[in-house]
């Protein structure tokens, strides 16, 4: 009788300890708490309501909780979230990567899922919103689109192997030359503001279509979903995590265990963390060593690094794109001529807190300092002094 108590309570012991994550198997395969005191007990984040207004991104109608470990869930706990298709040759039409729209007409992206960059086939890509299941059409939910422009982030690296300013955008239209339309399955998310860090230890949510483990070959069929808690930068960057392959640019994600991560063919799709109960992206999947390694957690694109990049090609017309000059004043839409070296430059719009102009003849020199010049716009005429005029590579 003594035998049997004593064995019981053993028994006991063991299944608490095993309950709580406290062997030592678990211990090993934990994020060590000790390289920071906010990841267990953050600060609950906090935005100004100011940075979105009246806008309804973010919200959403519904709530259920390359997801490894998560769950199925359903689009209207993620209405922001794009699927990106890729058209074959033999017209057989496959999952790229996720998205997320962040404006009626725009979905972000990562930039890896373009290896061919702006030389990709456009035409060849279809882009879904509302969607479920990748395999399945719900024409009561899905919206469908073209692409009309493809933007991939001119100093995208992959050549270390970490994706350094692995962030791109698409331009979507329908065929009647409309952009989404809000419903309970289709919402933009929020863009936080520049430069916004939130605490480690925060609790943020991944979405997407990728597999649900390393090793298999198919990605899921359906939209997952799992929370994920942000790790603080130096230990994303330590040896013992990623090392000098994280940059200023990046971000790393998981849970203490491992058990939760994105993983292959979660590219492109959102990192979004809740705050003031609106859904603000913060994250877009990037890269990692595997799926739900230890010391291994998955490296997300900091996406309040490139709100001025975002705003800049939003606001401005395609042939904006490529070689620019950059200079400190600001004046209005204009044709400049530059009669003094024969050179003609065309102002196509202002961006954010420059104005660019887009170059249409070649430039013999670098610099251009002291320059008198004539603007000519609609009804009207000015003179303006550049004090500083360089070209951009």
Excluded at 159 to 179: S, T, V, Y
Excluded at 353 to 374: A, D, F, K, M, Y
Aim: glycine share 8%; aromatic share 8%; proline share 5%.
């Amino acid at each position: 009788m003594e035998l049997w108590l004593i064995l019981t309570a053993f028994v006991a012991i063991v299944n608490s300890l095993e309950a709580n994550g406290l062997t030592r198997e678990r211990q090993a395969r934990s994020i060590h708490s000790d390289h920071y005191s906010g990841f267990l007990h953050p600060r609950s984040p906090h935005l100004p309501s100011r940075i979105y207004g009246d806008s309804t991104c973010g919200e959403r109608s519904g709530k259920l909780l390359k997801i490894v470990g998560g769950r199925v869930t359903v689009v209207e706990s993620h209405p922001w979230i794009a699927s990106i298709f890729w058209r074959r040759q033999s017209a057989q039409r496959s999952f790229l990567c996720g998205g997320s729209l962040i404006s009626p007409c725009w979905v972000l992206t990562a930039a890896h899922c373009f290896p061919d960059g702006a030389k990709t086939k456009i035409h060849r890509l279809s882009i879904f919103l509302g969607k479920n299941a990748i395999n399945e059409t719900d024409y009561q939910r899905e919206q469908k689109f073209l692409v009309e422009e493809l933007i991939v982030h001119h100093r995208f690296d992959s050549g270390e192997g970490n994706f350094n300013n692995d962030i791109a955008l698409l331009k979507i239209i329908d065929r009647d030359g409309k952009c989404a339309e809000e419903s309970g399955s289709v919402r933009t998310v929020c863009l936080p503001p520049a430069h916004e860090m939130l605490p480690a230890g925060v609790s943020c949510e991944i979405a997407g279509y990728g597999k649900e483990r390393e090793g298999i070959w198919h990605n899921s069929q359906y939209l997952r979903e799992a929370k994920v808690k942000l790790l603080p930068q130096d230990v994303c960057t330590s040896q013992e995590y990623y090392g000098t392959m994280v940059s200023h640019n990046m971000f790393c994600a998981g849970s203490p265990d491992w058990s939760i991560d994105s993983c292959k063919g979660d590219s492109g799709g959102p990192l979004v963390c809740e705050v003031n109960n609106r859904h603000f992206l913060f994250g877009i999947v990037s890269w990692g060593e595997g799926c739900s390694r230890e010391f291994r957690p998955g490296v997300y694109t900091r996406v309040t690094n490139y709100n001025h990049w975002i705003a800049k090609r939003l606001a401005c017309p395609p042939s904006l794109q490529g070689p620019c000059i950059h200079r400190r004043s600001t004046p209005a839409m204009a044709h400049v001529n530059l009669h003094r070296w024969g050179i003609s430059l065309r102002a196509l719009c202002t961006c954010g807190e420059e104005q660019t102009l887009h170059i249409v003849e070649e430039c013999p020199i670098n610099r251009l300092e002291g320059v008198s010049v004539t603007l000519h716009a609609a009804n009207q005429e000015a003179t303006a002094w550049l004090e500083d005029f360089a070209f951009a590579k």
